[in-house]
């Protein structure tokens, strides 16, 4: 399958729930597809001005095509996935979780050991003991030729929607 194919199905996928921006800029690294999604709950009581308690959950989903995936570029980019946790997330009484998805897509050749750490790789962060909610990130890798998709231990939820 051809990238450009891949994207255009992943968008398809996205686009009723997610806000959906092309050729998005971040620390200088162009993402192909920037999706954001955000839900609000709320419970209140008689009107909508007296609410009784919300909670906010929140997903960034960052997509990125490399014709040939390097460990410096797949390093540089989990950089900057971790670098988006402190620039996206906002915690606040009302923020219960976020999570940051990023896909990097290649037709490269697998490379054993960056699969291994796209399988080990975890990064939890909690905000306030909880209490202001927390912050997952999700890794995946697809490799567009073979059709096979590697995902971190999160990156499974969400297995089926980016294969190919």
């Not at 997610?18 to 955000?38: G, M, P, R, T």
């Not at 946790?85 to 915690?91: G, K, L, M, N, R």
């Amino acid at each position: 399958m051809e990238y450009t194919e891949y994207i255009e199905k992943i968008e398809k996928k996205l686009k009723s729930h997610f806000d959906i921006e092309k050729d998005y800029v971040y620390k200088d690294l162009q993402i192909d597809l920037y999706a954001k999604y955000y839900i609000r709950n709320e419970k209140y009581m008689a009107t909508k001005k007296m609410s009784i308690y919300a909670f906010e959950n929140n997903e960034y989903c960052f997509i990125k095509y490399f014709e040939d995936l390097t460990e410096e570029k797949f390093k540089n980019f989990i950089e900057v996935l971790k670098l988006a946790v402190d620039d996206f997330i906002q915690p606040h009484s009302e923020h219960m979780s976020s999570v940051i998805t990023g896909v990097l897509v290649t037709n490269s050749e697998e490379d054993k050991k960056i699969s291994d750490i796209v399988r080990k790789f975890k990064l939890h962060k909690s905000f306030l003991f909880g209490l202001k909610g927390w912050v997952d990130i999700r890794l995946i890798l697809v490799h567009l030729d073979k059709n096979v998709v590697i995902t971190n231990k999160k990156g499974k939820e969400v297995q089926d929607v980016y294969k190919v």
